[in-house]
């Protein structure tokens, strides 16, 4: 079964999420993208809802929807279950001419977690 967890009990222990909320913050401009000329480098444009991102959170990477935005927070679905906890850091990549760049990075403040059944005991 899901649960809603709030972020009271979301604290030491590490959780499989399936949805986070984040506290993000993105760069002003794009890194790593080739200008020709004079160009100045590409803005990195808002977070749009339905829009997919990549995540890394820890030495994990996954796949994330854009569900919801409210100023500097963001309500993402991920594409498959990570274990991770509140505060933890995470970086948010855009794909940019076929090539994932980093657009901007967060902090977890809560998530909706995946009940896991205790491992069978081997007698």
Request: aromatic share 6%; net charge positive; charged share 20%.
């Amino acid at each position: 079964m899901i649960k809603i967890f709030l972020a009271a009990l979301f604290l030491a222990e590490p959780y499989s999420v399936l949805v986070l909320q984040v506290n993000f913050f993105l760069l002003r401009r794009l890194l790593g993208v080739r200008t020709k000329g004079s160009e100045r480098q590409g803005k990195v444009s808002k977070l749009t809802k339905g829009e997919m991102l990549m995540l890394n959170i820890g030495s994990m990477s996954t796949g994330a929807r854009v569900i919801a935005v409210k100023n500097d927070l963001a309500k993402l679905q991920l594409t498959s279950p990570v274990c991770t906890s509140k505060g933890e850091k995470i970086a948010l990549s855009r794909r940019v001419e076929k090539h994932w760049r980093l657009i901007g990075w967060g902090q977890i403040q809560a998530g909706i977690t995946l009940d896991v059944p205790p491992a069978p005991h081997l007698s």
